[in-house]
Every structure is written in structure tokens, then in C-alpha cells.
Nanobody, 124 residues
Framework: QVQLVESGGGLVQTGGSLRLSCAAS????????MGWFRQAPGKEREFVAA????????YYADSVKGRFTISRNNAKNTVYLQMNSLKPEDTAVYYC?????????????????WGQGTQVTVSS
């Protein structure tokens, strides 16, 4: 069982930055691939980024590539999403996810655990 708690969301202007954190419970955190998804009002949940269990492999949606960076610290049971050059279309609730398989995927049903989400709002 893994519990995920996101933090770091908020309101930021276009071009600004935010760093999301996701603290995970459980002693097997390092065995999980971790991901971030987001859902904007009236839209389906979409993949943002994912990282392998070791942190050595990362995977990004085209819409955030070059602007967002996913990373993890297994000693702290935490995964991060650094978001730079934010745009109004990045406005959404961001969800942290954990996949019991070690390698990242962009398919939401692959993920076993989900956090409650944190709101990110980018003003124009």
C-alpha cells in the first residue's frame, strides 16, 4: 500500500515557475515508477511526466517537454515536478501516481496509486 500526498501548487503568472512535491508512504517507494498527470476543467486526465524506479529514465508529454522536469529522491520517498515557463494551458489539478512496475508509462490505468491532487493556476 502506498499513500501519496502532493504539495506545491498555487497561483503563478505566465512564464513563472512552480515545484510540485509528492511525498509517498511505504518502504517500497524505490520499487515504483512514479508519474504526474493533470486534469483541467472539462477535460480528460492527461499524462504529464514519469520517472523510473531509479530515476534513470524519464518520459514527458510533448506539451511539457523542455519546460518540466521530473525527478525523485528515494531516500526521502519523494518525487518532484519542476515546472518552468508556465502557460495558462498548464492550469489544472496535478496528480501524483505510483506504478508497481519499475518503468514509466503514460497510460493512466497502469498506475496503482493516486494522490488527491494539487491545483496549479497560471494567470495570463
Amino acid at each position: 500500500q502506498v499513500q501519496l500526498v502532493e504539495s506545491g501548487g498555487g497561483l503563478v503568472q505566465t512564464g513563472g515557475s512552480l515545484r510540485l512535491s509528492c511525498a509517498a508512504s511505504g518502504r517500497t517507494f524505490s520499487r515504483y515508477a512514479m508519474g504526474w498527470f493533470r486534469q483541467a476543467p472539462g477535460k480528460e486526465r492527461e499524462f504529464v511526466a514519469a520517472v523510473s524506479w531509479s530515476g534513470g529514465m524519464t518520459y514527458y508529454a510533448d506539451s511539457v517537454k523542455g519546460r518540466f522536469t521530473i525527478s525523485r529522491n528515494n531516500a526521502k520517498n519523494t518525487v518532484y515536478l519542476q515546472m518552468n515557463s508556465l502557460k495558462p494551458e498548464d492550469t489544472a489539478v496535478y496528480y501524483c501516481t505510483a506504478d508497481s512496475k519499475p518503468f514509466p508509462t503514460s497510460w493512466a490505468p497502469d498506475y496503482d496509486y493516486w494522490g488527491q491532487g494539487t491545483q496549479v493556476t497560471v494567470s495570463s
